[in-house]
């Protein structure tokens, strides 16, 4: 599950997505020459080096899709068409997932956006970058169509998007749009990355150029931004660490680089700091090392990572996702001193409160994580390499004779058994010590926003980026989550990209149910009623064949004799190309959650 691939920055193998370029070829249009405004918006976004756009398509932005399909041959970027806008932007967040670059998204005026909301705010949340290009009507009021283009024009359509979005734009002519474009992918991709959205007029696109439009070099316009760690907070930082007897590690928001995971390796073993990580966060540091303490999870920490914490007499924390929350969760008052490593703090703004509470912190590093611990583990100078802790790692114990998530767990793992695996994606009843990471792609995250149906779509673009990496992409979706996202499995179906879903299907939104225990508990009411409006059953939903209807090969697993079976033959359909869906009927239940873990997600 852990064998090395080729880094995440690679550019896209075309034999590996050859079988993905074969599809919707257009007749040659025979265009040499941009001829309208939104031909010149797309070899903006040819030049930025993005292979593909996922999109739901609308007339606010029919321009700009002749001059994909009919100026650039749909190809660089290649269209994704979805079914959906939440699925077409969560492509492009689970593209970035992997590759940590933006891809592009497009969505069909106000209304589009509006669908694109809940993805673009998980997106948001976890801190990934992407280009949304939307459109509106005629801003002359004159030129609209009737009734249609008045209902699909907004005043300020950014406006829906801008808390939680980097940048956005409303260009008014065709060169200012290729400007849009270039600012858009340079403040996305700039670190802490995110979305960026950019909205054409209709006429913009649709309006013949007077004037030939001179070309330029897309890459002057986006200069590499790389911050530096200030040499006084490293050198601070050092002597906090050098003289620390308890340090520990709060591994958080950083890259997919194999490189930067093992200067983690070395940085935590010269210490001998224990380690944490968080599946909130893609994979930080390997997990069955003798430095990580306990095992990562969602909900609540692990008690030996709680411990860890609250015996630390300094803290260093890797971009951690939540420091105070974190704190405030082992018990409040932390007399260890915090180094902080982020350069979150700039992107923080107030309409949403995902940058979480205030938390102390004794030395501030102004940089991203992946940049500054090099420069610490120098500065921490060669020393005396800590004995590392003896603590052997379990699995899971196992008993009963129905499935439980642990049970599909340890089934999953038997049949993937020596493939490097990718987890997409993982269902809150996920236990995180059923499953070793130890590299940085062997898991990426969460969906960022606690955006209920973004599981499946985030899949299919990541997915879509380990094409030819040697890679088995699985994501482990709730039945909730399958259920609100499913349609984005057609697109994988459609464009040959290769994905197993396995579904924790418990036949419930079971997270409420814990709320409504919580909430009885308190009021002393009967907790046996917690179930009411939130059981997904009777009739039980046939997500095989949901699935079959999206042209995925679909399997229901009621067993446990029947478990290993199903899942060789699943994993047999996407090793050779297809797309595959578990519906494995599990025990309603989350691993180690009480009423008093719930959280916002289902």
């Not at 040959?496 to 308190?522: G, K, T």
């Not at 025990?587 to 916002?600: D, H, I, K, L, N």
Request: aromatic share 6%; proline share 6%.
């Amino acid at each position: 599950m852990s064998k090395t691939i080729p880094p995440s920055t690679a550019p896209i193998s075309q034999e590996a997505h050859a079988d993905t370029a074969a599809v919707d070829r257009p007749v040659p249009a025979g265009v040499n020459a941009a001829a309208f405004g939104s031909d010149v918006v797309a070899e903006a976004i040819r030049s930025l080096d993005i292979p593909y756009i996922a999109l739901n398509p609308g007339a606010s932005y029919r321009g700009l899709h002749d001059s994909l399909v009919n100026y650039l041959g749909n190809e660089q970027p290649q269209m994704l068409l979805c079914l959906h806008e939440e699925s077409a932007v969560a492509i492009a967040h689970g593209y970035a997932k992997v590759t940590g670059k933006a891809m592009a998204a497009a969505v069909h005026s106000n209304v589009g956006l509006m669908h694109a909301t809940m993805s673009v705010f998980n997106a948001w949340c976890d801190r990934m970058p992407m280009i949304i290009i939307g459109a509106t009507g005629p801003n002359d009021a004159n030129k609209r169509r009737p009734w249609i283009e008045w209902i699909h024009t907004a005043r300020d359509q950014g406006a829906l998007v801008r808390g939680y979005t980097k940048w956005d734009d409303q260009p008014g002519s065709p060169v200012a749009a290729r400007e849009s474009v270039l600012r858009a992918a340079w403040i996305a991709n700039t670190a802490p990355c995110g979305p960026t959205y950019v909205n054409l007029d209709v006429e913009l696109q649709e309006s013949k150029l007077t004037e030939t439009v001179a070309p330029i070099d897309a890459q002057r316009y986006m200069p590499v931004v790389k911050g530096a760690p200030d040499a006084e907070a490293i050198k601070a930082a050092a002597a906090l660490l050098n003289a620390a007897k308890n340090p520990v590690i709060l591994a958080g928001r950083v890259s997919r680089d194999l490189e930067a995971w093992n200067t983690r390796i070395k940085l935590a073993e010269r210490l001998g700091a224990l380690v944490t990580t968080d599946l909130k966060v893609a994979a930080a540091f390997p997990t069955d090392h003798p430095l990580h303490a306990g095992a990562p999870g969602v909900i609540g920490l692990d008690p030996k990572a709680a411990d860890a914490i609250r015996n630390a007499d300094v803290i260093l924390s890797l971009d951690w996702l939540d420091i105070a929350g974190t704190f405030k969760a082992v018990g409040g008052t932390i007399a260890a001193k915090v180094i902080q490593m982020s350069v979150d703090h700039r992107l923080h703004n107030g309409w949403s409160m995902d940058y979480q509470g205030l938390p102390p912190v004794d030395v501030m590093i102004d940089c991203e994580p992946d940049l500054a611990v090099p420069a610490l583990l120098a500065a921490l100078g060669n020393g005396t390499a800590r004995e590392l802790p003896k603590t052997p790692r379990e699995f899971p114990k196992l008993s009963g004779t129905k499935i439980t998530v642990d049970h599909m767990a340890d089934a999953l793992r038997r049949a993937v058994g020596e493939r490097p695996t990718t987890l997409t994606h993982l269902s809150l009843s996920w236990n995180g010590a059923s499953w070793p990471l130890r590299h940085p792609l062997d898991y990426l995250g969460s969906d960022g926003g606690g955006g209920v149906g973004g599981g499946p779509g985030i899949s299919v673009g990541a997915a879509l980026a380990l094409k030819g990496s040697g890679r088995l992409p699985v994501a482990v979706c709730g039945d909730g989550d399958l259920l609100m996202g499913i349609t984005s499995l057609w697109t994988a179906v459609h464009y040959h990209i290769p994905l197993l879903i396995v579904v924790a299907n418990n036949r419930s939104f079971f997270n409420d149910e814990l709320h409504q225990e919580r909430v009885a508990r308190m009021r002393s009411r009967p907790v046996e009623n917690r179930w009411i409006g939130q059981r997904i059953s009777e009739p039980d939903i046939d997500l095989a064949g949901m699935a079959r209807a999206q042209g995925a090969e679909g399997f229901t697993v009621e067993t446990l004799a029947e478990i290993d079976g199903v899942l060789a033959q699943a994993i047999a359909v996407v090793e050779a190309g297809g797309v595959a869906v578990v519906d494995v009927r599990v025990e309603v239940g989350y691993a180690g959650t009480t009423a008093q873990g719930a959280t916002g997600q289902k």
